[in-house]
């Protein structure tokens, strides 16, 4: 039956609000991370319609029941709610802008309170009670929970620097964690950890010359620059990245010959040398406190 002109201005009106509202919920769910429990939707005020609109749009998805999700999400949230998990260990540490030795590699989630089925999960799983409790609806594991699985899953030097990183990020703070619940592989951490490595190799430096029994400190302000790692009260480490070139290249030359002239002897390695070569970089290192280059 053919609409009367009120009936079809009704519709319009009806149609119209029912698409404005569609719209307000993707932008809603962007706002909120991309991927929400329908339930919280529903408690801003979006109803059933609103959310089959947009579905029926293509505006939202809907990974698992009790979810929605914006077409943009982050795929390892979607993993996430579709499978009742929560992204933590070094997964998380990567998505945080942690030092992480290996970001790439399967996911490494915990099992949430809601856990779906895991047989088609390509993931490493992390069991075990939290430190801080996880809300039912988290998506992500607290950074504390973070911690706690890369003491456990990485080698401690490699665990060491993402939570000297945190540390140095302000995203925790050691006079926090201490009262902590931890497992043995997090105290071990803890006990050795500082704020100062602005970067992992700064921590792996200090920790592969702890037993030199010299002092070896990271981010040490020497004419005018920071510097990543002073032996001793005289010998200068500097660990050179991809991004050591052009200006900052030319600054590095610069600060090297500043520090030269002020009595101090610099040894620079790449990021290569660090990770693939580290026994021939101990070796210069051996070398240079045998000759007392790194006293006054």
Known sequence: MPFSRSESERHQLHTGRVRR??????????????????????????????????????????PRRGWLASPTADPLLLGAARHGVVLTCR????????????????????VGTNSASRRDLRAKVHWGAPVIPRHPEALVDPVENVLAHIAECEPFEQALAT?????????VKIEDLRG?????????????????????????LRERLRWLRVPVRAQIWIAG??????????LVIQIDGGHHVGAQ????????????????HVIRV???????????????????????????
Do not use: C
């Open 21 to 62: 509202t569609a719209e307000g919920l993707t932008e809603r769910i962007v706002d909120l991370g991309g991927v929400v429990r329908s339930a919280r939707v529903a408690d801003l005020g979006f109803g059933r319609t609103a959310v089959d609109a947009a579905l029926r749009a293509g505006t939202i998805t809907r």
């Open 91 to 110: 997964t998380q540490a990567g998505r945080l802008g942690l030092w992480v030795h290996d970001p790439n590699g399967v996911p490494h989630v915990a």
């Open 163 to 171: 939570w000297e990183s945190a540390l140095n990020r302000s995203l």
């Open 180 to 204: 902590l619940p931890w497992r043995p592989a997090a105290r071990r951490v803890l006990a050795t950890a500082t704020p100062f490595s602005d970067a992992g190799l700064e921590t792996y």
């Open 225 to 234: 620059h920071r510097v990543d790692a002073l032996i001793g009260s005289r």
């Open 249 to 264: 290249r030319s600054e590095d030359i610069r600060h090297d010959a500043v520090l030269k002239l002020g009595g101090y």
């Open 270 to 296: 790449s990021y290569s040398q660090m990770m693939f070569e580290w026994p021939a970089v101990q070796d210069l290192i051996m070398r240079a406190v045998a000759q007392g280059m790194h006293e006054a």
